[in-house]
């Protein structure tokens, strides 16, 4: 008679265990696999895999598209546009509402850049006219209180035959927000004239006549560019673009437009009011309603925050944002800055001078404001950014890109 095993001679591996006998139980992991085998051959589970994979395939082509489209655009930037493109922007809105919930711009301090003027002013000498007399506004006063050192006072960025046409000035936009610093720019219309450009997917392909970049043999002269507003093809703008007999969308009476002429000027409009579509104009970039009119900033910047400013981030955040606004004297000013809500760019605007002004876009992917300087060679100026800690690389507009955008150029 046999002895039976003792518990340790039998095997701990279950590979080493004997196969069940064909009249046994059968595993549970061949039952398991079976059981898929019959899920799959049914015609409707295929089908659904079928649509999944084609699905699955277009997203990986529309999205693949999308970051292998021209321009210096970061892939946060893309894949967010992206989204937006294809009716997630409330997915996008809600991830920049969290992001900012949790690293909301920082309170107190003082600004890690100089606010005194940077340098010898750059020189343009377009012709033999003698030189104007300067418009040179009076030194802007500090939101924050008491200034720092040349905050708020205006400095020579660009001449034009001997006469200053663009000032800029560098101040903290409020109280609470000092280690951050804005910049406000003063064009003199006088000495400047301005070119709206098109961007390859906003407002997209047109027969427009201005190419989506500054290439190289348009850029003798050029002193500024900055940015243009916010998606016009999804009607986030709440109005319209139209340049050289195209538009794109509808223009809106009573939307805050950025008008330009055939003599090269600009204005800021509410249109159907201070403009309308004469045989003058040659470009509209309509973006939300005025943030300033009539010299004064409207209670209705403090209210709607969202759906009058943008779906992107609500109005009374403080994030980067841009705004333009003109004078009585005709001059065009430019704002924008990294801890700025629609309140205090209007403000900004306003104490500058502006009798109308407008927001433009938001958000760091979308900020700009350059000056060009014409050495070494006049015909290929260098850029430079005005803020050094704006997102956008300097050469922005130089290769074709994805928004709408301003150049300035000197007379």
């Not at 973006?287 to 209670?299: A, F, M």
């Not at 850029?383 to 890109?401: G, H, I, M, S």
């Given at each position: 008679?046999?002895?039976?095993?003792?518990?340790?001679?039998?095997?701990?591996?279950?590979?080493?265990?004997?196969?069940?006998?064909?009249?046994?139980?059968?595993?549970?992991?061949?039952?398991?696999?079976?059981?898929?085998?019959?899920?799959?051959?049914?015609?409707?589970?295929?089908?659904?895999?079928?649509?999944?994979?084609?699905?699955?395939?277009?997203?990986?082509?529309?999205?693949?598209?999308?970051?292998?489209?021209?321009?210096?655009?970061?892939?946060?930037?893309?894949?967010?546009?992206?989204?937006?493109?294809?009716?997630?922007?409330?997915?996008?809105?809600?991830?920049?509402?969290?992001?900012?919930?949790?690293?909301?711009?920082?309170?107190?301090?003082?600004?890690?850049?100089?606010?005194?003027?940077?340098?010898?002013?750059?020189?343009?000498?377009?012709?033999?006219?003698?030189?104007?007399?300067?418009?040179?506004?009076?030194?802007?006063?500090?939101?924050?209180?008491?200034?720092?050192?040349?905050?708020?006072?205006?400095?020579?960025?660009?001449?034009?035959?001997?006469?200053?046409?663009?000032?800029?000035?560098?101040?903290?936009?409020?109280?609470?927000?000092?280690?951050?610093?804005?910049?406000?720019?003063?064009?003199?219309?006088?000495?400047?004239?301005?070119?709206?450009?098109?961007?390859?997917?906003?407002?997209?392909?047109?027969?427009?006549?201005?190419?989506?970049?500054?290439?190289?043999?348009?850029?003798?002269?050029?002193?500024?560019?900055?940015?243009?507003?916010?998606?016009?093809?999804?009607?986030?703008?709440?109005?319209?673009?139209?340049?050289?007999?195209?538009?794109?969308?509808?223009?809106?009476?009573?939307?805050?437009?950025?008008?330009?002429?055939?003599?090269?000027?600009?204005?800021?409009?509410?249109?159907?009011?201070?403009?309308?579509?004469?045989?003058?104009?040659?470009?509209?970039?309509?973006?939300?309603?005025?943030?300033?009119?009539?010299?004064?900033?409207?209670?209705?910047?403090?209210?709607?925050?969202?759906?009058?400013?943008?779906?992107?981030?609500?109005?009374?955040?403080?994030?980067?944002?841009?705004?333009?606004?003109?004078?009585?004297?005709?001059?065009?000013?430019?704002?924008?800055?990294?801890?700025?809500?629609?309140?205090?760019?209007?403000?900004?605007?306003?104490?500058?001078?502006?009798?109308?002004?407008?927001q433009l876009d938001i958000n760091p992917a979308?900020m700009s404001f350059m000056y060009y300087k014409?050495?070494?060679?006049?015909?290929?100026?260098?850029?430079?950014?005005?803020?050094?800690?704006?997102?956008?690389?300097?050469?922005?507009?130089?290769?074709?890109?994805?928004?709408?955008?301003?150049?300035?150029?000197?007379?």
């Amino acid at each position: 008679m046999g002895v039976p095993a003792s518990p340790e001679s039998v095997s701990e591996n279950p590979a080493e265990e004997p196969a069940p006998s064909e009249g046994g139980p059968t595993p549970p992991k061949r039952q398991r696999f079976r059981r898929t085998r019959r899920i799959l051959r049914l015609r409707s589970v295929r089908a659904v895999l079928a649509l999944f994979a084609v699905f699955f395939a277009w997203l990986c082509w529309s999205v693949g598209s999308a970051l292998a489209a021209p321009g210096d655009d970061s892939v946060v930037a893309r894949v967010a546009e992206w989204a937006r493109d294809h009716h997630l922007g409330p997915v996008v809105t809600f991830l920049e509402d969290q992001q900012y919930k949790a690293h909301p711009p920082k309170i107190g301090g003082k600004p890690t850049m100089a606010l005194a003027p940077n340098g010898e002013p750059v020189q343009n000498n377009t012709s033999n006219r003698p030189a104007l007399k300067p418009i040179v506004p009076p030194r802007l006063v500090s939101p924050a209180g008491a200034p720092l050192p040349g905050e708020g006072t205006w400095q020579t960025l660009e001449n034009v035959d001997g006469t200053p046409a663009l000032l800029g000035a560098f101040l903290r936009p409020d109280n609470e927000h000092t280690s951050y610093v804005a910049a406000v720019v003063s064009m003199d219309e006088r000495l400047v004239r301005f070119t709206l450009h098109p961007g390859q997917s906003d407002p997209g392909p047109g027969d427009w006549g201005v190419p989506f970049s500054i290439p190289t043999g348009q850029r003798t002269g050029l002193l500024a560019t900055f940015n243009g507003g916010f998606k016009v093809i999804d009607d986030e703008a709440q109005g319209g673009f139209y340049l050289n007999g195209t538009t794109r969308g509808s223009l809106h009476d009573g939307a805050a437009s950025l008008v330009f002429t055939k003599d090269g000027r600009v204005t800021v409009a509410d249109w159907g009011r201070d403009a309308t579509l004469t045989s003058t104009v040659t470009g509209v970039r309509q973006n939300l309603k005025l943030i300033v009119d009539h010299g004064k900033v409207p209670e209705s910047v403090d209210s709607n925050v969202e759906s009058g400013w943008g779906l992107t981030i609500a109005g009374k955040y403080f994030v980067w944002r841009s705004g333009v606004g003109v004078t009585n004297d005709g001059r065009l000013l430019f704002a924008y800055g990294p801890a700025l809500s629609v309140r205090t760019l209007a403000d900004l605007l306003a104490s500058a001078g502006a009798v109308r002004a407008m927001q433009l876009d938001i958000n760091p992917a979308w900020m700009s404001f350059m000056y060009y300087k014409p050495q070494p060679n006049a015909a290929d100026p260098t850029p430079v950014k005005l803020l050094p800690d704006q997102e956008r690389p300097a050469n922005r507009y130089y290769e074709d890109t994805s928004r709408d955008f301003t150049a300035v150029y000197a007379r």
